[in-house]
């Protein structure tokens, strides 16, 4: 299958739309981390659920980009493991050991000695995120949004899943576009059972829904060429923005209901391939760095500092953007240029 080079950020805007997303996850949860209903874009999803669906469509366009030029299995797996594991290591050390060590309710000393913070060291960086209060001592036991350090974490586990997901059909089917299909079949009839069963099985639930998100990124990258035409690119746009408008009179019970989980990569990729990235271009991606260090970093600022709903979203903002910068320039960027092969001119997702 030929598909459309990528490999330059001279052809699309998925960085700026990957930042921007990840700086909307900060300023909707801000509301949940002050007791406010967090912003809604239709009955039943959140501004910063929205911005998820953003990261699996993109996800799943470009990882399906980078397995389809992988020359092997092995290759990808390296890919992703240095994309992801650097940064989430030094990011579980500072949740660990220094917010909850500092800021919990064990001293800081006996904490970062302790056994437990040994095992909550291990459990985020293998993808854990939903930690008690005894595992993070007691840092947010009394906070508004409580019993709660760094939960924006748990997606990492369902996009990991994903990988696992793109490596198993694209290695089982040749033709990527059956391995797309199949991949997006699956996601559907599992949304299916979970939804017409009422099972409120949390991994069930949330994998389905992301994957659908995913998968139909991956159906767009395996199909480009059959779409990749201007006014192909309007249809599908045109075709998410309708789904957008059903969602707006669907009420669901679910986090994301069918026509949003839907209509975003319908948004997102058209959108992201028809305009050129003339601010990051390549330089840097933060945006993960933003991700994973935005949750503890709110907490604090909402919490335990005697800041207003505005000035706590601003420093938080700022804070994060000065660890998720120090982050790609000390740890990120490095492991990323062990990954490059010497075809490729900048750095992958």
């Known amino acids: 299958m030929k598909t459309v ?21 900060i300023i909707s949860h801000h509301f949940a981390f002050n ?21 699996f469509s993109i996800s799943g366009f470009l990882i399906t980009q980078s397995k389809v030029r992988s020359k092997d299995n092995w290759t990808f797996i390296k890919k992703r493991f240095l994309r992801i594991m650097p940064g989430l290591i030094c990011c579980a050390f500072f949740t660990t050991y220094i917010i909850c060590g500092f800021f919990g309710k064990q001293g800081f000393a ?6 437990q913070a040994l095992k909550t060291f291990i459990y985020y960086t293998f993808l854990g995120s939903h930690a008690t209060d005894v ?15 760094n939960s924006s974490l748990w997606t990492l586990l369902f996009e990991v899943i994903d990988y696992a997901m793109v490596l198993i059909f694209f290695s089982i089917f040749r033709n990527k576009t059956l391995g797309s299909l199949i991949f997006l079949s699956v996601s559907l009839v599992a949304y299916t059972i979970q939804v017409r069963t009422g099972v409120s099985a949390y991994y069930l639930a949330r994998f389905s829904s992301l994957s659908i998100t995913f998968s139909l990124g991956a159906l767009l990258l395996s199909t ?38 839907i209509c975003v990569p319908l ?4 959108l992201g391939l028809s305009f050129k990235d003339r601010i990051i271009h390549g330089r ?26 505005i000035s706590s979203l601003a420093l938080s903002i700022l804070t994060v953007f000065i660890l998720a910068t120090s982050s790609w320039m000390l740890v990120e960027k490095n492991f990323l240029k062990r990954k490059k092969t010497p075809e490729m001119k900048t750095a992958e997702v």
């Open 5 to 25: 080079s990528l490999r330059t950020h001279d052809s699309n805007c998925f960085d700026i739309l990957r930042h921007l997303a990840a700086f909307l996850v």
């Open 35 to 55: 007791g406010l209903q967090e912003p809604l874009v239709n009955p039943s999803t959140k501004l910063g659920s929205l911005s998820v669906l953003v990261f």
């Open 110 to 115: 006996g904490w970062t000695l302790s056994a």
């Open 135 to 149: 595992m993070t001592n007691f840092f947010s036991a009394d906070f508004v949004f409580p019993s709660s350090v």
């Open 224 to 261: 480009l060429e059959l779409w990749k035409l201007n006014y192909w690119k309007v249809i599908i746009l045109l075709a998410g923005v309708v789904l957008y408008l059903i969602s707006l009179f669907h009420k669901s019970n679910a986090e994301w209901d069918i026509f949003t989980l």
């Open 267 to 270: 948004i997102v990729i058209p």
């Open 284 to 309: 840097f991606d933060i945006s993960y760095g933003v991700y994973v260090y935005a949750f503890p970093i709110q907490q604090l600022y909402s919490n335990i500092a005697s800041l207003g709903f």
